[in-house]
C-alpha cells in the first residue's frame, strides 16, 4: 500500500494550498487575503471583511449594498425551524442547537443536495450568513422565558443582532455604537485562521461533495470543543472559579505546569501555530481595557486575567513552551461586559468564523480538490479464526 507518514495532529502536514489567510506563528503576522489584521480591525466593519475573505477583494460601494442588502433579505428564519428548536430544553447549550438547526437547514432547502443546482450556492451561502445571527439569539431569548425577537432589517448586522438578543417590548431599543463597535472588532479579529480544526473539518465534509450546510455544521460542532472555540468559555469559567478560589493565581500557574498529572491546562493559552504571540490576542486585551473603561464595567475577573497572564509569561514552563496568551484569553471578558452570557461565547465565535468557513469551502470546491481521506498505521491484531459464540 506503499509509504504512510504518521503526523498526529497533523502538526507538519500540508493539506491543500491556500490564497485566502496568510499566518506566520514566529513573527505574529495574520492577513485576510493580503491585508493586516490589525488594519482590518481598526478601520473595517465584520460584512466588508465577509465580503473579502469570500470573494476575493475588498467590496466597492456598490457592491457592498448589493452584498448586504441580499442578508437583510435573508434574516428571517423559516417557522418550522422554530418548532424544531422549540423541542431543545431550556438548558441546552446554544452550541447543540446552533449546530442542529444549521444541519436542518440543509433539509429546508433541498437544491444545497443537489449537484446540478451549483448555481444556488451563492444563495446558500447569503442565507447562511444571513441566518446564524437569528438562530443564535433564540438559545439567549428562551433562557431567559422571553418570546424571539424578529430580525428588524433597517438595522445593520451587528445591530440587527444585539436587536434580537436584547431589545425588550418596554422601550425602544438603542445599541450602543461603543457595543456595536467592539462587536465588529471581535467578530473580524475571528473571521478567519487558514487551517484550524473547525475549518479543516468544513473542508474535509465538503470534500464528499456534501453541501454547505452540512459542511459547516460540523465545523460548528469542531469549534465547540474546548480546546478550540469552546476555550472562551473555559477561559471565564476558570477565571471565575480562580476568584472564588481567592485569586491566587500562582496556584493555577503550578496546576497548569503539572498539565500531565493534573488534567488542567490553561485555558486561553498556547497554540498551535503562534510561537511569539497571538496578534489578535494583543488587540484583544487592549480592547478590553477600552470597552471596559468606555461602558464603565468594573470586571474584577479582568484583573485576574492579567495576573495570570503576567504570572505564566514570568514562569520557565511557559517561556520554554512558547506558551502565551491566545485570541480566546480576553475576549470572553468583552462579550461579558456587552452582556452576552458565558454560553455563548463560542457561539459569537462561530458567528465570526462563518465568512471563512464559507471561504474555505468555496475555496476548496473551486481547487477541485480530491475527497479528504488520511491514511493510518495499523496496530491492531494478525489475521485470527473466528471463534463460535459458544466457545467463546
Ligand atoms: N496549559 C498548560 N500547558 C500547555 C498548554 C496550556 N494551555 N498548552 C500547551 N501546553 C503544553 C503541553 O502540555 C505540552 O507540554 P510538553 O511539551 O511537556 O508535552 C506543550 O505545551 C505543547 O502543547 P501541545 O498540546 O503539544 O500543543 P498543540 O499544538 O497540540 O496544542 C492547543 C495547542 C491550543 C490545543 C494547546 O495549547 C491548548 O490546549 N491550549 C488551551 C486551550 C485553548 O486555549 N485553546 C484555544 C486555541 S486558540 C483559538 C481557537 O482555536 O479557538
Not at 432547502?109 to 451563492?122: L, Q, R
Not at 455604537?177 to 471581535?186: E, G, I, R, S
Amino acid at each position: 500500500t506503499g509509504y504512510v507518514t504518521l503526523d498526529k495532529g497533523y502538526k507538519n502536514t500540508g493539506a491543500t494550498q491556500s490564497a485566502i489567510t496568510f499566518l506566520d506563528g514566529e513573527q505574529g503576522i495574520l492577513r485576510y487575503r493580503g491585508y493586516s489584521i490589525e488594519e482590518l480591525a481598526a478601520k473595517a466593519s465584520f460584512l466588508e471583511v465577509a465580503y473579502l475573505l469570500i470573494y476575493g477583494e475588498l467590496p466597492t460601494n456598490e457592491e457592498f449594498s448589493t452584498f448586504e442588502n441580499a442578508i437583510r433579505r435573508h434574516t428571517m428564519v423559516n417557522e418550522d425551524m422554530r418548532k424544531i428548536f422549540e423541542g431543545f430544553p431550556v438548558n441546552a447549550h446554544p452550541m447543540g442547537v446552533l449546530s442542529s438547526l444549521v444541519s436542518a437547514m440543509s433539509a429546508f432547502y433541498p437544491d444545497s443536495y443537489d449537484d446540478k443546482a451549483e448555481d444556488k450556492t451563492d444563495l446558500h451561502i447569503i442565507r447562511l450568513l444571513a441566518k446564524l445571527p437569528t438562530i443564535a439569539t433564540w438559545s439567549y431569548k428562551k433562557s431567559q422565558g422571553h418570546p424571539v425577537n424578529y430580525p428588524k432589517n433597517t438595522l445593520d448586522y451587528i445591530s440587527n443582532f444585539l436587536h434580537m438578543m436584547f431589545a425588550l417590548p418596554v422601550e425602544e431599543y438603542k445599541v450602543d455604537p461603543v457595543v456595536a463597535d467592539a462587536l465588529n472588532v471581535l467578530l473580524i479579529l475571528h473571521a478567519d485562521h487558514e487551517q484550524n480544526c473547525s475549518t479543516s473539518t468544513v473542508r474535509l465534509v465538503g470534500s464528499s461533495r456534501a453541501n454547505i450546510y452540512s459542511s459547516v455544521s460540523a465545523g460548528i460542532n469542531a469549534l465547540w470543543g474546548p480546546l478550540h472555540g469552546g476555550a472562551n468559555q473555559e477561559v471565564i469559567e476558570m477565571l471565575e472559579d480562580i476568584r472564588n478560589d481567592g485569586g491566587d493565581v500562582a496556584k493555577y500557574v503550578e496546576m497548569a505546569k503539572n498539565a500531565k498529572q493534573t488534567g488542567f491546562r490553561l485555558f486561553g493559552f498556547g497554540h498551535r501555530v503562534y510561537k511569539n504571540f497571538d496578534p489578535r490576542a494583543r488587540i484583544i486585551k487592549k480592547a478590553a481595557d477600552d470597552v471596559l473603561s468606555k461602558l464603565g464595567v468594573n470586571d474584577p475577573v479582568l484583573e485576574i486575567a492579567k495576573g495570570l497572564e503576567e504570572a505564566a509569561l514570568n514562569d520557565e514552563y511557559f517561556i520554554q513552551r512558547k506558551l502565551y496568551p491566545n485570541v480566546d484569553f480576553y475576549s470572553g471578558i468583552i462579550y461579558r461586559a456587552l452582556g452576552i452570557p458565558t454560553n455563548m461565547f463560542t457561539v459569537m465565535f462561530a458567528i465570526g468564523r462563518l465568512p471563512g468557513w464559507i471561504a474555505q469551502w468555496l475555496e476548496m470546491r473551486a481547487q477541485k480538490e480530491p475527497i479528504g481521506r488520511p491514511r493510518q498505521i495499523y496496530t491492531g491484531s494478525t489475521l485470527r479464526e473466528f471463534v463460535p459464540m459458544e466457545n467463546r
